[in-house]
């Protein structure tokens, strides 16, 4: 069962633009991850939203964790080439051991 | 810094071989994950543990088990390997609040 879905699946930008991913759930989420990975390498946690509404700045890139807490957004701002990857969302319930993974979004960003 | 270490990055094996993927992290982690990846299916889940000697499916169990012995070590087993297990395995562990932390992936090609 895919409980998230992120939006765009692909998304190809030139540098210096902006981009918003999102990921969308009908389910509710007690904490919401973003990880981007890089191709051949493992993802690596980027952010960790708790709080619905709550919103974090890390440099250029915004993380918003939705008021039902179950959606997310991620907005970055004037994008480079070091910011191509796969972006994934994971919701995590309470009770449970185990993270439900979005698709992910695959960024590229051509200089 | 966390580290979760894989036994391999590349590996090929023939049909009907037993495989082992090994998993370490040097955190002290409960949870531990085996995740396989591929392309257009995301993450998804085979196996966890969160204790030694404790394991639970994940969704995709079949044709794999695991092993814990040692809280650090996590090892997943292809029985007998298919030509439908080539993908990309992760492997992850986290403490009780759910950020997962992952190592850097093993490729496996079973031909």
């Known amino acids: 069962t895919q409980l998230l879905e992120q939006s765009p699946q692909f998304l190809s930008i030139q540098e210096g633009e902006n981009l918003t991913v999102y990921c969308n759930s009908s389910?509710?989420?007690?904490?919401l991850q973003w990880y981007r990975q890089e191709p051949g390498e493992g993802p690596v946690l980027l952010v960790t939203?708790?709080?619905?509404?709550e919103v974090k700045k890390l440099k250029r890139l915004t993380f918003q964790f939705g008021d039902a807490r179950k959606d997310s957004s991620l907005h970055i701002t004037a994008a480079q080439p070091g910011d191509t990857g796969l972006y994934l969302c994971a919701g995590g319930q309470t009770g449970a051991n185990n993270l439900f993974f979005g698709t992910g979004t695959r960024l590229t960003v051509i200089p | 810094d966390v580290k979760v270490t894989q036994s391999s990055r590349y590996l090929v094996k023939r049909t009907g071989e037993k495989v082992f993927l090994e998993c370490v992290q040097d955190?002290?982690?409960?949870?531990m994950f085996w995740y396989r990846q591929d392309p257009g299916l995301g993450l998804r889940l085979i196996y966890f543990s969160y204790d030694v000697k404790m394991k639970e499916k994940g969704d995709i169990p079949e044709g794999y088990s695991v092993s814990r012995e040692k809280k650090e070590r996590f090892s997943l087993i292809l029985e007998s390997a298919s030509t439908n297990q080539t993908s990309m395995y992760l492997c992850?562990?986290?403490?009780?609040?759910?950020?997962?932390?992952f190592g850097p992936g093993t490729r496996l090609t079973v031909t």
């Open positions: 939203v708790v709080t619905g509404g």
């Open positions: 389910s509710v989420f007690s904490s």
């Open positions: 992850a562990s986290s403490p009780p609040k759910y950020e997962q932390y």
């Open positions: 955190m002290d982690h409960e949870n």
